[in-house]
């Protein structure tokens, strides 16, 4: 796991690469390499995690002389590539054979066979081209921009900044942000900044800086047709393989362990293949409900593994806020980032390297959404739905997520249906904090992913499933576990999104996977094999973070001064009393509006560093 960065045109200099110093405290490099009349830059700082010796250096050159790369991540499947390759190397980093599987095959084809999460950048001298590469899930971050024919890329956004690029905020991913509560690939909240999306290629001309973009990955189209007790043990097959894979690592590895079965499951496949790996958790106390610290403490109890916690409270979270998001550098509407922030430190204390247990949900099915599209598909009657949405209107406030699950029923169109399953406001409080009503291209971006999937013969919840798991895991979960983890030179790593693992998750049929009142189903049965039943049918409380009752206590002063302040640069774009109403709402009880307040705030905070 390291820092990359580069450009063309522009100078990388020492000052530069050290703003990565955090994401690769073992060592950093930068070359330049002139191709044609143009100078280009690649720049890398490392965190040594395979092959520590200097056989890791990068950026990397290939044996041929033609291709050099920079990269962050890991390739999982990187020593059985090496099969293919008739070469001596020089050591066993898997940025080795990723530059010499480019050199032998070129890129095109050396992608699909790739098992892993990456962002890396590869610069063919012969062709004056330069590559930027995102892995199919976003588990790592790629951000880009250009100003005429000078290009830059970097892990993060802070490089880009450095650099001068970047003009203001983008008022029309501010307009997607608050449908959203974050910026899906390729958009980011500043003008002229960009992200690589979840399996893309960019193709860069280094001659005049013209680029192409790509997209590398196809979806699943094949089906399993064995039983369901069948797909069970086939399952246990690939997460078997994939826990294997990802446990390769030359320096300490451990579990960040939840109470949910998610990462109970990691923690267990890691003990069944000889890792007894020590598990970190993080809570609040015993007198919040949202506490996972005792159910995660008897998970590692049944398991026999080692167990360490950190318990935070909320002025300590409130200290370290603008900290997180000068971490995160983009604002998310997740309150999850505040107590990794913690967790991640205490695991660091000890390890090199984590597990986790993230990106389960999306592929197995485990938020309401999906089963609320399951409903409207057995039912779909428009007029009943508007008419169940009139009810619920004239009775008063809903919870946020069934009113959501509400406005989809009655929506014809895919890609409108699924913005309003995860809208942070509504059309008309958009409309109310910004003047538009507009989603900011949400739809159009949900559209160019269920138009990706055309030729997979998909219920429309699978649908769902599969367009969150390459927008909201990617650029929202995935992107803040990986600014956090690696604030502190952590490596996170997520078997659940294991490529080959992922294939066969989304080639089961959806009744395996997802029914009425029922989510993960195989996905349990399985774990059923690892714990007792009790833990595995515990009630999910899914990293939750008490905001609600913390913004009406201790955070509130905070969060009142911060929103309201009349100096603040977010009255640039949002409209006073519209913020007014929904901190009115919250404080007065009838609704929680925890979730619409909290990226309010995050938003407001990042505007004041900017």
Not at 192 to 198: D, E, T
Not at 376 to 382: E, F, S, V, Y
Not at 553 to 576: C, M, V, Y
């Amino acid at each position: 796991m390291c820092g990359i960065l580069g450009s063309i045109g522009l100078n990388i200099s020492q000052q530069i690469l050290e703003l990565l110093h955090h994401r690769g405290p073992d060592g950093q490099g930068v070359e330049q390499i002139n191709v044609g009349n143009q100078p280009v830059w690649l720049a890398h700082t490392r965190l040594s995690i395979l092959d520590l010796s200097p056989a890791g250096k990068q950026p990397m050159q290939s044996r041929d002389g033609r291709w050099r790369v920079t990269f962050n991540g890991e390739i999982y499947n990187h020593l059985g590539l090496r099969k293919s390759l008739d070469i001596p190397f020089r050591g066993h980093s898997d940025t080795e054979t990723l530059v010499e599987l480019i050199a032998a095959n070129g890129i095109d084809k050396t992608l699909p066979r790739l098992n892993g999460m990456f962002a890396f950048a590869a610069l063919d001298t012969l062709e004056g081209e330069l590559y930027l590469v995102r892995d199919p899930f976003g588990i790592k971050p790629l951000y880009y921009a250009q100003r005429g024919q000078s290009f830059a890329f970097s892990s993060e956004v802070r490089v880009l900044k450095m650099l001068g690029l970047g003009d203001g905020v983008d008022h029309q991913s501010l307009q997607l942000f608050m449908t959203l509560r974050y910026s899906p690939a390729p958009r980011t909240l500043w003008r002229g900044i960009k992200r690589v999306a979840p399996g893309h290629l960019l193709c860069v001309d280094v001659a005049n800086g013209s680029h192409e973009i790509s997209r590398y990955i196809e979806p699943v189209t094949h089906h399993f047709s064995g039983s369901m007790d069948d797909a069970v043990d086939r399952y246990r097959q690939e997460i078997q393989a994939a826990i294997h894979r990802q446990l390769l690592s030359d320096v300490p590895v451990g579990i960040l362990l939840s109470g949910g079965i998610d990462s109970a499951l990691v923690a267990a496949m890691a003990r069944e293949a000889g890792r007894d790996l020590p598990c970190f958790c993080v809570g609040f106390g015993k007198g919040y409900p949202e506490c996972e610290i005792e159910d995660a403490a008897e998970t590692a109890r049944v398991l026999r593994l080692p167990f360490s916690a950190v318990e935070v409270t909320p002025k300590q979270l409130l200290e370290v806020l603008p900290a997180i998001v000068r971490a995160v550098e983009e604002p998310l509407g997740t309150t999850s980032i505040m107590p990794m922030w913690y967790l991640v430190q205490k695991a660091r204390e000890n390890v090199t390297v984590v597990l986790t247990g993230q990106g389960t949900d999306e592929p197995w099915g485990g938020y309401r959404r999906y089963q609320v599209e399951m409903v409207r598909r057995l039912m779909p009657w428009n007029g009943l739905w508007k008419a169940a949405q009139a009810v619920a209107g004239f009775l008063g406030t809903l919870p946020d997520f069934l009113e959501r699950g509400l406005r989809t029923l009655p929506v014809a169109d895919m890609a409108a249906r699924s913005v309003e399953a995860c809208a942070l406001f509504s059309s008309a409080e958009r409309a109310m904090l910004l003047g538009d009503s507009s989603d900011g291209g949400a739809a159009e971006r949900m559209r160019y992913w269920l138009d990706w999937m055309d030729s997979a013969d998909c219920a429309p919840a699978e649908k769902m499933m599969r367009m969150d798991a390459r927008m909201n895991l990617a650029d929202d979960l995935l992107l803040y576990g990986d600014k956090i983890s690696m604030a502190v030179s952590l490596e996170a790593r997520v078997p659940m999104l294991d490529i080959e693992l992922v294939r066969f998750v989304e080639s089961l049929p959806l009744q395996y996977r997802v029914a009425l009142r029922k989510t993960k189903i195989v996905h349990k049965k399985m774990v059923e094999a690892y714990l007792p039943s009790s833990i595995v049918h515990r009630k999910k409380k899914g990293f939750g973070v008490p905001f609600g009752s913390w913004s009406r206590g201790p955070w509130k002063a905070f969060i009142q001064e911060t929103l309201l302040d009349h100096s603040a640069p977010h009255w640039d774009a949002l409209n006073r009393s519209g913020v007014e109403t929904i901190w009115n709402q919250h404080l007065k009880g009838k609704s929680d509006r925890s979730r619409q307040l909290f990226s309010l705030l995050m938003l407001a905070l990042w505007w004041r560093q900017q």
